[in-house]
């Protein structure tokens, strides 16, 4: 009896099949809309409960501040560091690619972009950002900094609440676990979510949108691979990990990833790898949520590259400090932002709105936006992935017992279990 395909097949040939009904049928594949943004939904709600849950044992586990505090300093270190590269790889992709040289805005199709700049002109103080004024609304809102924070409060509340704090932890413990099953019962709706989604996307903006702006797409990938093969790579390396084999072991996330656009569908599912892979969950429950809101690196590699397009096609020719004023803005306004579809875009809106920049660059670039989100997805999973394992080495975790990731090619002891 033929082995029948694994998700990662299934994905791809939903990808497949929703590109060809969305260029072939597009009546169809607008109508069939809702059964993506179905998807999307129930992905959502498995997000939430799953953070406050793994995230207050893990903290709670952890049961000293002084460990938590020194863990986060780790964490936000090394993505300030790597983000900041992003940024400043975005912008020199830009100066040496020259994507927006020699291009009308006028010839360019442009796209209501009311909503964007609505958010983004909305002021951006990443502290109050960060505190919850209530919890429940945080949770409904899917604001996953704000449910960070106060996962990380309640897991601190917990080791510190004798025998209720253990009460409760069981109780954390046995929601992880259920919504870990729920994960897998949502993941075999994902072929028919990302058929619809694909479907959709095709159908409503068509491919001959791309076609002026081809050299910003291709050069947002080309500028990504080299991302990941030279900045990541080397990182992995200098930690005595090894990069290719993560990528290989979590293909279906990252097709997954690719085809909604989102990294928020595969939190769970990354999440459970991890852990399965030798990370301990008290790192893998606090630093890849964070992560998800201060470790972009695709989303930070394509703002700094779209920022400097938007300036070539409006012919502003910047000067180095005003380029620096762009990097460090895009420092602040990039941090703090959920990985769901297009919330880049927002950011983008924030930033040319608080540089000067023509806001107006951003209805050039909506057309492709999305084709340019699934690529900037998968850098932002693969970016994570790997930081959590490289914080997991920091903290003392040896290279051999982490699968796939071993500089020697080996297993690990948790790839034999």
Do not use: C
Request: net charge neutral; hydrophobic share 60%.
């Amino acid at each position: 009896m033929p082995k029948a395909p694994g998700l990662a097949t299934r994905i791809l040939i939903g990808l497949v099949a929703g590109a060809l009904i969305g260029a072939v049928v597009p009546d169809v594949a607008v109508k069939a809309a809702p059964i993506g943004e179905a998807f999307i939904r129930l992905i959502k709600l498995i997000v939430v409960p799953i953070l406050i849950a793994t995230i207050t044992v893990g903290i709670a586990d952890a049961g000293d501040l002084k460990r938590v505090g020194t863990l986060g300093f780790k964490t936000l270190l090394y993505f300030e560091v790597v983000t900041t590269i992003a940024l400043a790889m975005g912008i020199g992709a830009a100066h040496l690619l020259q994507p927006g040289a020699g291009l009308d805005p006028a010839t360019l199709a442009h796209a209501d972009i009311s909503r964007h700049v609505t958010r983004g002109q909305e002021s951006h103080n990443l502290l109050l950002a960060a505190i919850p004024a209530n919890a429940v609304d945080a949770a409904a809102r899917g604001d996953l900094l704000q449910v960070l924070v106060f996962s990380v409060l309640m897991g601190l509340a917990t080791a510190a609440a004798g025998a209720a704090g253990k009460a409760w932890l069981e109780t954390m413990r046995a929601l992880g676990q259920v919504m870990f099953r729920f994960t897998h019962l949502v993941m075999a709706l994902a072929p028919f979510g990302v058929a619809a989604l694909v479907a959709n996307t095709v159908a409503t903006f068509g491919l001959g949108v791309l076609l002026p702006l081809g050299k910003l797409v291709l050069g947002l990938y080309l500028t990504m691979a080299v991302f990941v093969i030279v900045v990541l790579g080397s990182i992995a390396r200098a930690a005595g990990l090894a990069l290719w084999p993560l990528i290989k072991a979590l293909k279906e996330e990252l097709i997954l990833a690719f085809s909604t656009a989102s990294s928020e569908t595969v939190l769970a599912r990354l999440m459970d790898r991890l852990v399965a892979a030798g990370v301990p969950p008290g790192i893998v429950s606090f630093v890849l949520p964070t992560g998800y809101t201060f470790n972009l690196d695709g989303s930070s590699l394509y703002q700094g590259l779209a920022v400097l397009f938007i300036a070539q096609v409006f012919h502003l020719d910047l000067s180095l400090g005003q380029q620096v004023v762009i990097l460090l803005t895009l420092m602040v306004t990039s941090k703090g932002i959920a990985g769901v579809p297009g919330t880049s875009f927002v950011v983008l809106a924030a930033t040319l709105a608080s540089t000067g920049l023509p806001l107006e660059g951003l209805a050039l670039i909506a057309g492709v936006d999305r084709l340019m989100d699934m690529g900037r997805t998968v850098v932002n999973v693969i970016g994570n992935a790997l930081a959590t394992m490289v914080i997991a080495r920091w903290e003392g975790i040896p290279a051999n017992a982490l699968a796939w990731h071993a500089s020697d090619g080996s297993a690990g002891e948790a790839a034999k279990a």
